[in-house]
């Protein structure tokens, strides 16, 4: 079919310069908000000019005149059905803010025991890296120290023992550091959400990557547990991992949790096309990803300011406030939330 | 070029072009830049603070530095209908694969997976994910379910310039027209109104070649006299034919 152009153009153009001009106006708001009589000409041009469009693509036409029509109703459809948006401090939305930070403080453990499975996952292969680090450094310390443990300070326990104690008392060492320690905890904080999301999005790899990062990671674990120990600082290292590490080490173990959960959605099969599905869980992995990053910003604070410092009150206390952080993670992930669980 | 095709609820049928991966390349870049931009001006107010709280201030700026870099794309692609700087400069837009509103998650998802789709360096990964699917997803845009596509803010075409041609020395050969009418796809109607109505974005030498291969091709589907063809150039030929094949739209 060869359209008549020209009366095409001329029968449709006032509604098209409607829609232009109406679309111009309410892409101007920020917040995107339609009166009554504006949604109604919305939807009635909107439906005009998509009908012209498909008219258009049934016949020999101008690609310009193409090109413009499906402009206009593409940002047309897009007023009609995205929710309109706003900005965060408008409409007084930020009165909301508590109720909401409040909602997604119960939601994190509710995602977090609906996906427990790969949690467990996740543990087994850190156990497993944990183990495997283990073993190697007690049956072979000259090779495994050298290969596994990346740092001068995790292969001689005994200069970081002492270099620790010699800050504790001052001698020929720096007191605690106020600035520094600001420092190190944004470096700590930072660099710890990279790598949880960095385990996370591994889960593209069908959770390949991931596994191997959390296997990684509990090599590491193990291997300095093992040197440590096996030099007679095993007090140290608890007192030394156990502050920061009983929200840090949990929040890789989450981390790898929502990679596989990933790995999952792209996998598994169902009723459901895999582009429904996924579109329906993408908010539990990112409500995953940010019960760990506040999990990392606890234990980054906790790194840079109390682990460091063993003279505080000695390495009990620091192993007591390890163990009460990790009981109390443990009773907020098992019991928040629940009653008002939704799957 | 790869396309996105879906059709709304109501049975509206959309076909747009997608991005190409230099085009996204370059809004990469730019936004890169914009990256830089912001954090230089933070660097400089907090060096401010800096002279009191030395700590603090490199310790915001470690906060501000990767938040930024971070949430810099999804905040803009959020508030922004799918768009930053650099792909509204070259007329990118982030969208839905399925034609659905694009959600907070989607934005959010598709440019947190960024720190994989830049592995091992300069995109690499995500790059071959764009060859190597039908829509040009990158893994981020995988996982979100987003396409991004070219977007083209057309205004409506002037074909007043065409409606000025008075005489036309094919329609001297009323039988050839006509034939020319009914062997004509409407498919070859439209590509020969397109390169007369593109004629100004077109660079000249490249618009003689398409001229004269367009009056190749009619002319071998229906050919006029060659006496006809003599005086005319390749462009009024053309502009000719469309207006046999268009005729309410070029009176002859």
Not at chain 1, 83 to 90: C, I, K, T, Y
Not at chain 2, 86 to 108: D, F, R, S, W
Not at chain 2, 136 to 155: K, M, N
Request: overall charge positive; aromatic content about 8%; some cysteine.
């Amino acid at each position: 079919m060869i359209l008549d152009l020209d009366r095409f153009a001329r029968t449709g153009q006032p509604a098209w310069s409607e829609l232009e001009a109406l679309l111009e106006r309410l892409e101007a708001r920020a917040d995107r908000r339609l009166e009554a009589g504006e949604a109604e000409a919305l939807e009635d041009l909107y439906h005009r000019a998509a009908a012209d469009l498909n008219r258009l693509e049934q016949g020999a036409c101008a690609g310009t005149l193409r090109d413009y029509l499906q402009d206009l109703v593409v940002r047309a459809y897009r007023e009609i059905y995205a929710a309109p948006r706003g900005l965060p401090w408008q409409g007084g939305r930020w009165r909301r803010l508590p109720r909401a930070a409040a909602g997604f403080g119960r939601r994190v453990p509710q995602v977090f025991r609906q996906h427990l499975r790969w949690f467990g996952l996740a543990v087994g292969l850190t156990l497993a890296g944990c183990l495997f680090g283990g073993l190697a450094v007690l049956f072979d310390p000259a090779v495994a120290t050298h290969v596994l443990l990346p740092a001068e300070y995790l292969r001689h326990p005994a200069q970081r023992v002492a270099q620790d104690l010699g800050q504790a008392k001052g001698a020929g060492g720096r007191g605690p550091n106020l600035s520094e320690e600001t420092v190190f905890s944004a470096e700590l904080i930072t660099h710890n959400i990279q790598v949880s999301l960095l385990t996370l999005a591994l889960g593209v790899t069908l959770g390949i990557g991931t596994g191997l990062l959390l296997f990684e990671n509990g090599v590491l674990l193990g291997a300095v547990a093992a040197r440590y120990s096996q030099q007679g600082f095993g007090w140290f290292v608890a007192g030394w991992l156990l502050p920061h590490g009983a929200f840090e080490i949990p929040s890789v173990l989450i981390a790898g949790q929502a990679g596989f959960l990933l790995a999952g959605m792209m996998l598994r099969g169902g009723r459901e096309p895999r582009w429904v599905r996924m579109r329906r869980q993408l908010p539990e992995l990112l409500t995953l990803l940010g019960g760990l990053s506040c999990l990392l910003v606890w234990a980054g604070t906790m790194e840079a300011f109390f682990s460091q410092h063993h003279a505080v009150g000695g390495y009990g206390a620091q192993v007591a406030v390890g163990l009460s952080e990790m009981l109390l993670l443990a009773a907020y992930l098992s019991l928040a939330g629940r009653g008002g669980a939704r799957r | 070029m790869r396309r996105l095709r879906w059709t709304t609820p109501e049975g509206f049928a959309f076909d747009l072009p997608l991005a190409g991966l230099g085009a996204r390349c370059l809004a990469w870049v730019i936004d890169g830049l914009v990256v830089g931009a912001v954090l230089a001006l933070a660097g400089q107010v907090l060096s401010v603070l800096a002279l009191g709280l030395p700590g603090i201030a490199s310790a915001l700026q470690i906060v501000l530095g990767f938040a930024v870099t971070l949430l810099y794309a999804a905040a803009l692609e959020w508030f922004w209908q799918g768009q930053t700087i650099g792909k509204n400069i070259l007329g990118l837009q982030v969208m839905e694969a399925h034609g659905l509103p694009l959600t907070g998650a989607q934005v959010l998802m598709r440019n947190l997976l960024r720190i994989v789709d830049i592995l091992p360096g300069l995109y690499l990964a995500g790059g071959i994910a764009c060859l190597g699917t039908r829509h040009s997803q990158r893994l981020g845009d995988q996982v979100a379910g987003t396409v991004v596509v070219q977007r083209r803010r057309g205004a409506q075409p002037d074909l007043a310039p065409w409606l000025a041609q008075k005489y036309n020395s094919l329609r001297e050969h009323p039988q050839l027209a006509l034939r020319l009418r009914h062997l004509t796809t409407p498919a070859e109607a439209g590509v020969a109104l397109e390169a007369l109505l593109r004629r100004d974005e077109l660079e000249p030498a490249r618009r003689a070649a398409i001229y004269r291969a367009l009056v190749a091709h009619f002319q071998a589907r229906v050919p006029f006299p060659e006496a006809t063809l003599e005086a005319l150039s390749p462009e009024q030929y053309l502009r000719n034919v469309v207006g046999i094949l268009f005729p309410q739209r070029f009176p002859g």
